[in-house]
Structures are given as structure tokens and as C-alpha cells.
């Protein structure tokens, strides 16, 4: 019977580090692949509206989502970690981390309603006239 606990144990640890290394490639995928669908947005949106806004603040907005969900899938990889190897240490590290990603995923929210809500404002504004 205790060989059986034991062999289960090591395969729930074996299926759990995959799982931690699967979503942490996932994550990475979410980043890159946002970057290149960031990239491609804002060249085609500034393309089709020139001189609205900033581009780098249109790519912020769009990669900035990707980047929200990316953070997530990392604390899930590091949440599965630590259920893996739950020691003291990668207790503490985890709770830093997701302090940490807490607060980054925060704060880049907050910046990406203001970014939607300031991008709303200048789609309602019309254009100044010229005095010329």
C-alpha cells in the first residue's frame, strides 16, 4: 500500500512540474504572439488614422491585454510549483511573486482603462478648425 502512495505521489509530481513548465511556455507564447498581433494592429490603425494618436500608446493598449492574461498564466505555473514542492522557501517565493504580479496586473489595468477612456475622448472630440 505504501508503495502504491509513493508511486502515485511521484506521478502527481511528475504531471505537476509538466504542468508548471506548460503554462509557463504558454505564457510565453501569450507575450510573443501579443507583440506581433500589437505590432500589426497599430501599424494598420495607424495607417487607417493618421495623426489620432500616438502609436506606441494604441500598441500599449492591445499588448497591454496580452500582458494581463501572460501574468496570470505565470502565477497559475507558480501556484502549481509550489503545490508540487510546497518547502518553505517556495512558500515565501510565491507569495512575493504574486504580490508582486498583483500588483503589476493592477496597475496595468488601471493604465489600460485610462488609455480606453482617453482614446474614447479624442474619438468625440471634433477637429479644431483652422483660422487660415
Not at 495607417?47 to 506606441?56: A, E, F, L, V
Not at 510549483?81 to 496595468?108: C, D, K, Q
Amino acid at each position: 500500500m505504501r508503495e502504491l502512495i509513493e508511486n502515485m505521489t511521484g506521478a502527481l509530481d511528475a504531471w505537476g512540474e509538466l504542468t508548471e513548465v506548460v503554462l509557463n511556455a504558454l505564457s510565453l507564447v501569450f507575450i510573443v504572439v501579443g507583440v506581433v498581433i500589437s505590432l500589426i494592429r497599430s501599424i494598420q490603425e495607424r495607417q487607417r488614422r493618421p495623426g489620432m494618436h500616438p502609436m506606441h500608446s494604441y500598441f500599449r493598449k492591445v499588448f497591454g491585454g496580452w500582458l494581463v492574461v501572460a501574468l496570470e498564466i505565470q502565477l497559475a505555473a507558480d501556484i502549481v510549483g509550489t503545490i508540487v514542492s510546497p518547502t518553505t522557501s517556495h512558500l515565501i517565493e510565491l507569495g512575493a511573486i504574486a504580490v508582486i504580479r498583483t500588483f503589476l496586473n493592477y496597475f496595468l489595468s488601471k493604465e489600460l482603462k485610462e488609455e480606453t477612456e482617453y482614446g474614447k475622448g479624442l474619438l468625440t472630440q471634433k477637429p479644431e478648425r483652422s483660422v487660415v
